[in-house]
């Protein structure tokens, strides 16, 4: 089982690095796709089963469809355009691996000390499905933000309809 | 092989994947000049921040909070590209290239 | 009883609702749905009002939980807050409910002549609904929770209306001043609220009751002061600001900007009123925490006794009554202070009652001779017969004439301030203030009415003009004035006391029934009893004096024209020009805060640039600066223009050139750098790790 788990993560990583390098956006953005596909094993092996399905649904379902149509619209399809001239990347680079480096770090750091889980209390965890769950928090104890971000949605697609209506 | 395999499946694992994720996303974006494409690395970021919150969701505390709050960044991920796209197509119609450098008006 | 209760304030609130979405489109603009909804709040209460005369005692409460704040998930946080919002009815209640729906009703029929034909007049009515909901609720509620968002409500509302005439300047300027005014003293209030929540945990008044007749929260310090003593001034704040008391009386005059009915509705007889109430509501606790009370009744006597002094040399009808309006909160202010709290209250329902009169008598003058300045007005007696018949039974009330309703509850006040100082050494300054308050308010009341109905018409246009006016005006005033007479509040009620075999006073007997809910109950030992016996008796007869005085000064100045007042303006020089500016308060907060600070800095700066730098360095400098001239000249030319002048310039540029080269309009450049700065934050913060 960890095996899968590993290539999972090894998958989604060498998705991330095509989508971050490959120069033609439509391939980037079709690997973007792998990568979420990954994640979504990822989040199987930590327990959060809904949240893998809803990953799978509103990311590779919903986000990478519209960032695949938002392509087409806006590029001559078979043309030299969909080759992203890059700017330099030496600066970024290094700006990212620093900003990955103290990331890890920090977070390293943070889960050192924190208290650990028993392996009977994470097995047990991962076991337990979670979904009822999710919804009793939902309309539960989260009840604000859940209703915050129903509203935000609401108000984020009324406003894209408006920004992309025809003039 | 034990030790990578015990490692990939421990805490550090993920955060390893979501530090990588992380970093990939910020050189996306600060190296693409294709507006579509640092959406692309805003999509990786927020994905790496999913991921940390699940790990520690699993390793630590035992809660599910953690798993509510990534899904909550997913929500406004979706939120954030449907508005992000829809600007997008308007900046195209506006100047007829989504490169990012070109939106610069506020310069002058 | 108290779920119909809530009606009463519902039904304005429907009323605003359908006024401000669709009155533009009704016939008449609505009038008659506010006209209504006020006049179904009156049905509503007064039965209750009814229970309260046939029963003696009315109580009735019911509550519903609002929101209650859990901790979080998995029980980790269990401190759970639950606030329980709901209705109070009792003898306080009933009063004021049947006192605030007559006076509101009445002055919505006066407005609907007095506005006829305004523009915006459907959101006049929106308005005033919107107000007398907020004010009935405020009266319903049974926490300061509830009763803070009315009032809160209320002051949006002063706000609107205030500045319903929003094409006169003066009238926004007024407006936005007594909203920032007020503001001050209610966040103070919310303050209090919070600390409330803090000691008990609640805002209800009976549970705050409770809790002080136990004695709970005496030791708990909030900021380092003790929490009762700290919410009880936060609670005065409030009322200071509400009620328009020394330091924060400024707003109250100016809001006379807004039309007649709603400073005879807002600024006379309810929302002005609502601070003495909160006062009233809360005094057990103002009585327990010491300190505050006496502070309560300075305040109270001071602002009483300047207002009406700045009352006497005001022109302006409707500022002349502004004044004695902050004048007399101060009486209530000062009675609640000296504990006399029941006639504190009761003075706050009389005021109401001819105050709302005064303020429509005056707005029925302004709308017959369109002048509010009485030096304009004069022999209107003949010609608006009605009216001055009402305002003269008004005046007659608040001067204190025996008969009149203002004569009971003041002398009540008076009383207590008296026996409050002879209990208190020392404290002989309320009492005085409170006596000289009274003549002065008797003398500027009568001065109003010669000047308005007697003497020969000195403006013969206006007073051509001039005519009473139709029913639908004149009617409220007549049953305001009918509400001024004694009687109504000193009557007997057919309830018999159980050890007296004889008719009580309603009034009393329902105060007191409050004082037993409070737990404040009075048990005066004898020789107390024997104290406050003898300080009424001597309130009677001086405050009867001091008004007669004043009545009799007022007759000769300006009835008989016996003494001029002309003179006495040049006699007291000075000292009228201080209350000709209102004290200059005004002045001092926009001087202080504002200006003054700034102005004085200037004109320092000025002098300085006059006396040093142009006798000493201009002018005695004039000689060595003949003889060095070349020199300098030389030293002009290479080093200040081309070092200095050009070179500061380059500098300029050059900066401006380097710092432009950040400011590219380039989204990942600027993201660049925002990078590089996380970088270095987390480099620092990671150096703190092992």
Same mark, same amino acid.
């Given at each position: 089982?960890?095996?899968?788990?590993?290539?999972?993560?090894?998958?989604?990583?060498?998705?991330?690095?095509?989508?971050?390098?490959?120069?033609?956006?439509?391939?980037?953005?079709?690997?973007?796709?792998?990568?979420?596909?990954?994640?979504?094993?990822?989040?199987?092996?930590?327990?959060?089963?809904?949240?893998?399905?809803?990953?799978?649904?509103?990311?590779?379902?919903?986000?990478?469809?519209?960032?695949?149509?938002?392509?087409?619209?806006?590029?001559?399809?078979?043309?030299?355009?969909?080759?992203?001239?890059?700017?330099?990347?030496?600066?970024?680079?290094?700006?990212?691996?620093?900003?990955?480096?103290?990331?890890?770090?920090?977070?390293?750091?943070?889960?050192?000390?924190?208290?650990?889980?028993?392996?009977?209390?994470?097995?047990?965890?991962?076991?337990?499905?979670?979904?009822?769950?999710?919804?009793?928090?939902?309309?539960?104890?989260?009840?604000?933000?859940?209703?915050?971000?129903?509203?935000?949605?609401?108000?984020?697609?009324?406003?894209?309809?408006?920004?992309?209506?025809?003039? | 092989?034990?030790?990578?395999?015990?490692?990939?499946?421990?805490?550090?694992?993920?955060?390893?994947?979501?530090?990588?994720?992380?970093?990939?996303?910020?050189?996306?974006?600060?190296?693409?000049?294709?507006?579509?494409?640092?959406?692309?690395?805003?999509?990786?970021?927020?994905?790496?921040?999913?991921?940390?919150?699940?790990?520690?969701?699993?390793?630590?505390?035992?809660?599910?909070?953690?798993?509510?709050?990534?899904?909550?960044?997913?929500?406004?991920?979706?939120?954030?590209?449907?508005?992000?796209?829809?600007?997008?197509?308007?900046?195209?119609?506006?100047?007829?290239?989504?490169?990012?450098?070109?939106?610069?008006?506020?310069?002058? | 009883?108290?779920?119909?209760?809530?009606?009463?304030?519902?039904?304005?609130?429907?009323?605003?609702?359908?006024?401000?979405?669709?009155?533009?489109?009704?016939?008449?603009?609505?009038?008659?749905?506010?006209?209504?909804?006020?006049?179904?709040?009156?049905?509503?209460?007064?039965?209750?009002?009814?229970?309260?005369?046939?029963?003696?005692?009315?109580?009735?409460?019911?509550?519903?939980?609002?929101?209650?704040?859990?901790?979080?998930?998995?029980?980790?946080?269990?401190?759970?807050?639950?606030?329980?919002?709901?209705?109070?009815?009792?003898?306080?209640?009933?009063?004021?409910?049947?006192?605030?729906?007559?006076?509101?009703?009445?002055?919505?029929?006066?407005?609907?002549?007095?506005?006829?034909?305004?523009?915006?007049?459907?959101?006049?009515?929106?308005?005033?609904?919107?107000?007398?909901?907020?004010?009935?609720?405020?009266?319903?509620?049974?926490?300061?929770?509830?009763?803070?968002?009315?009032?809160?409500?209320?002051?949006?509302?002063?706000?609107?209306?205030?500045?319903?005439?929003?094409?006169?300047?003066?009238?926004?300027?007024?407006?936005?001043?007594?909203?920032?005014?007020?503001?001050?003293?209610?966040?103070?209030?919310?303050?209090?609220?919070?600390?409330?929540?803090?000691?008990?945990?609640?805002?209800?008044?009976?549970?705050?009751?409770?809790?002080?007749?136990?004695?709970?929260?005496?030791?708990?310090?909030?900021?380092?002061?003790?929490?009762?003593?700290?919410?009880?001034?936060?609670?005065?704040?409030?009322?200071?600001?509400?009620?328009?008391?020394?330091?924060?009386?400024?707003?109250?005059?100016?809001?006379?900007?807004?039309?007649?009915? !709603?400073?005879?509705?807002?600024?006379?007889?309810?929302?002005?009123?609502?601070?003495?109430?909160?006062?009233?509501?809360?005094?057990?606790?103002?009585?327990?925490?010491? !300190?505050?009370?006496?502070?309560?009744?300075?305040?109270?006597?001071?602002?009483?006794?300047?207002?009406?002094?700045?009352?006497?040399?005001?022109?302006?009808?409707?500022?002349?009554?502004?004044?004695?309006?902050?004048?007399?909160?101060?009486?209530?202010?000062?009675?609640?202070?000296?504990?006399?709290?029941?006639?504190?209250?009761?003075?706050?329902?009389?005021?109401?009652?001819?105050?709302?009169?005064?303020?429509?008598?005056?707005?029925?003058?302004?709308?017959? !001779?369109?002048?509010?300045?009485?030096?304009?007005?004069?022999?209107?007696?003949?010609?608006?017969?009605?009216?001055?018949?009402?305002?003269?039974?008004?005046?007659?009330?608040?001067?204190?004439?025996?008969?009149?309703?203002?004569?009971?509850?003041?002398?009540?006040?008076?009383?207590?301030?008296?026996?409050?100082?002879?209990?208190?050494?020392?404290?002989?300054?309320?009492?005085?203030?409170?006596?000289?308050?009274?003549?002065?308010?008797?003398?500027?009341?009568?001065?109003?009415?010669?000047?308005?109905?007697?003497?020969?018409?000195?403006?013969?246009?206006?007073?051509?003009?001039?005519?009473?006016?139709?029913?639908?005006?004149?009617?409220?005033?007549?049953?305001?004035?009918?509400?001024?007479?004694?009687?109504?509040?000193?009557?007997?009620?057919?309830?018999?006391?159980?050890?007296?075999?004889?008719? !009580?006073?309603?009034?009393?007997?329902?105060?007191?029934?409050?004082?037993?809910?409070?737990?404040?109950?009075?048990?005066?030992?004898?020789?107390?009893?024997?104290?406050?016996?003898?300080?009424?008796?001597?309130?009677?007869?001086?405050?009867?004096?001091?008004?007669?005085?004043?009545?009799?000064?007022?007759?000769?100045?300006?009835?008989?024209?016996?003494?001029?007042?002309?003179?006495?303006?040049?006699?007291?020089?000075?000292?009228?020009?201080?209350?000709?500016?209102?004290?200059?308060?005004?002045?001092?907060?926009?001087?202080?805060?504002?200006?003054?600070?700034?102005?004085?800095?200037?004109?320092?700066?000025?002098?300085?640039?006059?006396?040093?730098?142009?006798?000493?360095?201009?002018?005695?400098?004039?000689?060595?600066?003949?003889?060095?001239?070349?020199?300098?000249?030389?030293?002009?030319?290479?080093?200040?223009?081309?070092?200095?002048?050009?070179?500061?310039?380059?500098?300029?540029?050059?900066?401006?050139?380097?710092?432009?080269?950040?400011?590219?309009?380039?989204?990942?450049?600027?993201?660049?750098?925002?990078?590089?700065?996380?970088?270095?934050?987390?480099?620092?913060?990671?150096?703190?790790?092992?």
């Amino acid at each position: 089982m960890d095996l899968v788990l590993l290539l999972a993560e090894i998958f989604t990583v060498a998705s991330a690095v095509i989508v971050a390098f490959h120069p033609n956006i439509l391939y980037a953005a079709v690997f973007l796709l792998f990568a979420f596909c990954g994640v979504a094993v990822m989040f199987l092996f930590a327990g959060a089963d809904f949240l893998a399905g809803a990953q799978i649904i509103i990311y590779v379902g919903g986000v990478t469809i519209l960032i695949l149509f938002a392509i087409m619209l806006t590029q001559w399809l078979y043309k030299i355009k969909l080759v992203d001239i890059r700017n330099k990347m030496l600066l970024p680079g290094v700006l990212a691996i620093g900003i990955g480096f103290f990331l890890y770090r920090a977070l390293h750091q943070m889960a050192l000390s924190l208290p650990k889980l028993t392996p009977e209390a994470l097995d047990k965890f991962t076991a337990t499905p979670k979904t009822a769950l999710m919804g009793q928090a939902l309309l539960g104890s989260y009840l604000l933000p859940f209703e915050a971000i129903t509203i935000l949605l609401l108000g984020a697609l009324v406003g894209a309809v408006w920004l992309a209506r025809p003039e | 092989m034990n030790h990578l395999l015990s490692f990939s499946s421990s805490l550090q694992g993920y955060l390893a994947v979501g530090a990588i994720l992380f970093a990939l996303g910020i050189f996306c974006v600060l190296t693409r000049k294709n507006a579509i494409g640092i959406l692309l690395g805003i999509e990786l970021i927020l994905n790496a921040a999913g991921i940390n919150f699940v790990a520690f969701s699993k390793f630590r505390t035992g809660l599910i909070d953690g798993q509510i709050v990534a899904l909550f960044i997913m929500l406004i991920a979706a939120a954030e590209a449907a508005v992000a796209l829809a600007v997008i197509l308007r900046f195209y119609r506006l100047k007829q290239t989504i490169d990012a450098d070109e939106a610069s008006i506020l310069r002058n | 009883m108290a779920q119909q209760a809530l009606l009463i304030a519902l039904f304005p609130l429907i009323a605003f609702v359908i006024q401000s979405l669709i009155g533009k489109k009704l016939p008449r603009h609505g009038d008659f749905i506010s006209v209504l909804a006020i006049l179904g709040s009156l049905v509503v209460a007064t039965p209750i009002f009814m229970k309260l005369i046939t029963e003696g005692h009315v109580f009735d409460s019911f509550q519903v939980t609002w929101m209650s704040l859990r901790g979080a998930e998995a029980g980790r946080l269990n401190s759970a807050v639950t606030i329980v919002i709901g209705v109070l009815i009792n003898n306080l209640t009933a009063i004021m409910l049947l006192m605030v729906t007559l006076c509101a009703f009445l002055i919505h029929l006066f407005s609907v002549g007095y506005m006829h034909g305004e523009e915006r007049y459907h959101l006049f009515f929106a308005y005033i609904s919107l107000f007398s909901a907020a004010m009935l609720g405020l009266v319903l509620s049974d926490n300061l929770l509830t009763f803070f968002i009315c009032w809160e409500l209320m002051g949006l509302c002063s706000y609107l209306l205030i500045g319903f005439y929003y094409k006169k300047p003066s009238a926004i300027n007024a407006s936005i001043k007594a909203f920032m005014t007020t503001r001050v003293g209610d966040t103070l209030f919310f303050m209090g609220i919070a600390g409330l929540y803090y000691i008990y945990g609640t805002s209800n008044f009976m549970s705050i009751y409770k809790a002080i007749e136990l004695g709970t929260g005496h030791g708990v310090t909030i900021l380092g002061y003790p929490a009762l003593a700290f919410i009880g001034f936060m609670v005065l704040m409030g009322t200071i600001g509400k009620s328009a008391q020394f330091p924060l009386h400024v707003w109250l005059p100016d809001a006379m900007e807004g039309p007649t009915p !709603v400073s005879a509705l807002i600024h006379a007889a309810t929302m002005v009123a609502a601070g003495v109430f909160l006062l009233i509501r809360m005094f057990p606790l103002l009585e327990a925490a010491h !300190v505050v009370l006496p502070v309560v009744a300075y305040v109270g006597a001071i602002t009483a006794f300047l207002a009406a002094l700045i009352a006497i040399v005001q022109v302006d009808i409707k500022k002349v009554l502004a004044y004695s309006t902050i004048s007399q909160l101060g009486y209530m202010v000062m009675g609640v202070g000296v504990g006399a709290f029941s006639a504190g209250f009761m003075h706050l329902i009389t005021h109401a009652c001819f105050k709302a009169c005064l303020f429509l008598c005056s707005g029925s003058v302004i709308h017959s !001779v369109h002048t509010q300045d009485m030096r304009e007005m004069g022999g209107l007696k003949s010609k608006m017969p009605i009216t001055f018949a009402t305002m003269f039974i008004a005046t007659l009330a608040i001067s204190g004439v025996p008969g009149f309703s203002g004569f009971v509850s003041k002398d009540r006040i008076l009383g207590g301030a008296l026996a409050y100082s002879m209990e208190h050494q020392g404290h002989y300054l309320i009492p005085f203030l409170g006596f000289a308050t009274a003549g002065i308010t008797a003398f500027y009341m009568f001065r109003m009415i010669y000047m308005t109905f007697f003497g020969h018409a000195r403006d013969e246009h206006k007073h051509h003009h001039a005519h009473e006016q139709p029913f639908t005006m004149t009617i409220p005033l007549m049953v305001l004035a009918a509400l001024s007479f004694a009687i109504v509040f000193a009557g007997p009620t057919g309830i018999e006391s159980i050890d007296h075999v004889m008719p !009580v006073k309603w009034f009393d007997h329902a105060l007191e029934g409050v004082q037993v809910e409070m737990g404040i109950a009075e048990h005066l030992s004898p020789e107390a009893e024997a104290v406050h016996h003898k300080a009424h008796g001597l309130a009677l007869i001086i405050s009867l004096a001091v008004a007669g005085l004043g009545i009799f000064l007022s007759s000769i100045t300006y009835l008989k024209h016996l003494l001029s007042a002309e003179k006495f303006k040049r006699m007291a020089g000075p000292l009228y020009n201080l209350v000709w500016n209102k004290y200059f308060f005004d002045e001092f907060y926009l001087g202080i805060f504002i200006k003054k600070g700034l102005l004085n800095f200037n004109q320092m700066l000025a002098t300085f640039d006059d006396k040093v730098v142009d006798r000493i360095f201009v002018d005695g400098w004039r000689d060595i600066a003949m003889v060095t001239k070349n020199v300098i000249g030389k030293f002009d030319d290479l080093v200040v223009d081309r070092l200095m002048v050009d070179g500061t310039a380059d500098v300029m540029s050059g900066g401006g050139w380097v710092l432009r080269q950040f400011q590219t309009g380039k989204v990942q450049q600027y993201l660049v750098l925002t990078v590089m700065v996380i970088i270095v934050a987390l480099f620092f913060a990671n150096l703190g790790l092992k």
